[in-house]
């Protein structure tokens, strides 16, 4: 497969995958098709021991589904949610350590693959936010996840649409932070002294595991509200657009 909206390559060993689909590096179909055919190489890959996950810029990690491009129909709707469950369930059983390195705000789908990643390292710069949450789609995946690292408002909160800064997002432990001047130097020291192999992860993964099946159709019917009435759709789009406004990172503004 050619890779056009993702990069890969093998920085000592780590294997890096990196979204590069334009300043705000939303996911589409494509997108979603590409980081699983780059994750299951870097995985295949003998010369790889660890994966991060990342992308390029500084505004956004990513700035999640973009919405406006998703069919209303019903088999659109199914076909993006398949493709969301197939890349969570390959997040979860890679053999090798997984983190998330935030070069910049992780909306909507991205902040459930930074919460599924076995860790994710972040500047003190950039938001985590579940804009779908805000219109009754919420994060359904990383939900076990959530509720074991977050204070019960402060979780509430998160999957009701608000943002949560990485700065607080770092005091619960949900994420780890590195200074930005050396975000990816730090991040790749932290990364190559991670010694979890594949039977840890899939113990660490089981709560995740567990309910992925019950997730795909909870997710599948709330987006089935939303998706296929003209209406509802516009208030999914508006809640996103509004999100990016708000959480894009702020080195990204100042600089």
Known sequence: MRLSKVRVWNE??????????GPENPLDLDVLTQLM????LANQDPAVRWVALTATGAS???SGIDWGLIGSDYDSVRE?????????????????????????SALGLGLELSVLSDLSIAPPDVYLCYPE???????VFSMPRLQAALPRMAMI???????????????????????????????????????VN???????????RAIIDAAEAALLDALMSRCLTHSSRDELI?????????CRSSYSIQH
Do not use: C
């Open 238 to 246: 508006k809640a996103t657009r509004e999100a990016k406004l708000k």
């Open 37 to 40: 055919a780059a994750l299951t």
């Open 80 to 104: 993006l949610v398949r493709a969301i469950k197939a890349l969570v369930s390959l997040v979860i059983t890679l053999d090798k350590p997984i983190v998330s390195v935030l070069n910049g």
């Open 157 to 195: 909160r998160l999957v009701s649409g608000e943002a949560l800064s990485s700065r607080d997002a770092g005091d619960y432990g949900l994420i780890h932070l590195v200074p930005r001047d050396n975000l990816f130097g730090e991040s790749k020291s932290i990364i190559m002294r991670i010694r």
């Open 198 to 208: 594949s039977l840890a992860r899939r113990i660490m993964n089981e709560p995740v």
């Open 60 to 62: 956004f990690f990513t």
């Open 133 to 139: 949450g805000a219109v009754g789609v919420p994060p």
């Open 12 to 21: 000592y060993g780590v294997g890096v995958v990196a979204i590069d689909n």
